[in-house]
């Protein structure tokens, strides 16, 4: 990633605490970067799902938002929170960044349309149970989190039953090939069900400043349908050929053979310890 003190890269298992540290302060370091690098791309009121620009308008996995009380986990500056709001929907923020969320509310204050935030982590949700209809997550949190059951198990306390949960992170096959979006990120390089956290350790202090943590197709299913919620979407948004914009390791060059993201959605049954 950008922006990053001098790191050496291992692979190893991180705990949740050590997770967090590192990538709080590694998002408060690359938030001005990051906004000011997509916030184009993203749009103040736009709800993106990932590199390929697949937009919510388009996909429809969160169902109606009108009218429905709706969490953003991972929620950055608010840009897809921003857009919920302009189609009806009550949505609130939560980020583990200070700065991101501070972009959030620079962007509140430009567009005028406020999407209330808290700082926390989404281990932890600071909500009641039963508070929402939808939570979401456009590459939000997920695959920054080591205790990934714990956070889905959190989506399900303060979804209402019936609720929706829908979220995009990395496609799991991307983990086999070098983050590059060049030739070279398409030969597999790496075990595609090697779950050892990705983990960057910064040189100076040989503290961890980056964590990355990888699940596989089928762990995704068996973690939602262990919470308690039914499968009702996968997509796997294909690069458009128009589509000329690199972001990282996502390109038109790979976007032709490999998918780079991955969109769950699920809807919580009426049992969620099913
Ligand atoms: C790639 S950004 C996505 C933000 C927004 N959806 C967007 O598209 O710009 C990932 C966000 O997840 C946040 N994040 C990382 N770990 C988190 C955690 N444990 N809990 C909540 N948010 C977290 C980061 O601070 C960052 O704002």
Same mark, same amino acid.
Request: a negative charge.
């Given at each position: 990633m950008e922006n990053h003190p001098p790191v050496r890269v291992e692979r190893r298992a991180v705990s949740e605490d050590e997770s967090r540290r590192a990538n709080g302060p590694d998002w408060d370091r690359y938030a001005?970067?990051?906004?000011?690098?997509?916030?184009?791309? %993203?749009?103040?009121?736009?709800?993106?799902?990932?590199?390929?620009?697949?937009?919510?308008?388009?996909?429809?996995?969160?169902?109606?938002?009108?009218?429905?009380?709706?969490?953003?986990?991972?929620?950055?500056?608010?840009?897809?929170?921003?857009w919920v709001r302009s189609r009806g929907g009550r949505s609130y923020g939560l980020d583990l960044s200070m700065r991101q969320l501070q972009h959030s509310r620079r962007i509140d204050q430009e567009t005028g349309v406020p999407v209330p935030s808290v700082l926390g982590t989404a281990t932890a949700l600071p909500f009641a149970d039963d508070s929402f209809d939808i939570v979401?997550?456009?590459?939000?949190?997920?695959?920054?989190?080591?205790?990934?059951?714990?956070?889905?198990a959190e989506t399900a306390r303060v979804l209402r039953p019936g609720g929706r949960y829908a979220f995009s992170i990395t496609h799991p096959t991307r983990w086999m090939f070098p983050d590059d979006p060049g030739e070279e990120g398409l030969?597999?390089?790496?075990?595609?069900?090697?779950?050892?956290?990705?983990?960057?350790v910064d040189d100076a202090t040989g503290r961890v400043s980056y964590v990355e943590h990888h699940r596989t197709l089928g762990d995704w299913v068996a973690l939602l349908a262990g919470a308690g919620f039914v499968i009702t979407d996968l997509r796997e948004p294909e690069w458009p050929p128009d589509h000329d914009r690199v972001w990282?390791?996502?390109?038109?060059?790979?976007?032709?053979?490999?998918?780079?993201?991955?969109?769950?959605?699920?809807? %919580?049954?009426?049992?969620?310890?099913?």
């Open positions: 001005d970067e990051y906004q000011a690098t997509h916030g184009e791309f %993203l749009g103040d009121s736009g709800f993106v799902w990932g590199p390929e620009g697949l937009t919510e308008a388009e996909a429809h996995v969160l169902g109606d938002v009108a009218d429905r009380d709706v969490l953003e986990v991972g929620s950055g500056a608010g840009q897809c929170s921003r979401f997550s456009s590459f939000g949190a997920l695959q920054f989190v080591s205790d990934i059951d714990v956070a889905v030969v597999a390089s790496q075990s595609y069900w090697d779950r050892t956290p990705y983990v960057e990282g390791g996502w390109s038109g060059v790979r976007g032709q053979f490999t998918p780079g993201t991955a969109i769950f959605g699920a809807r %919580l049954g009426s049992d969620r310890s099913a």
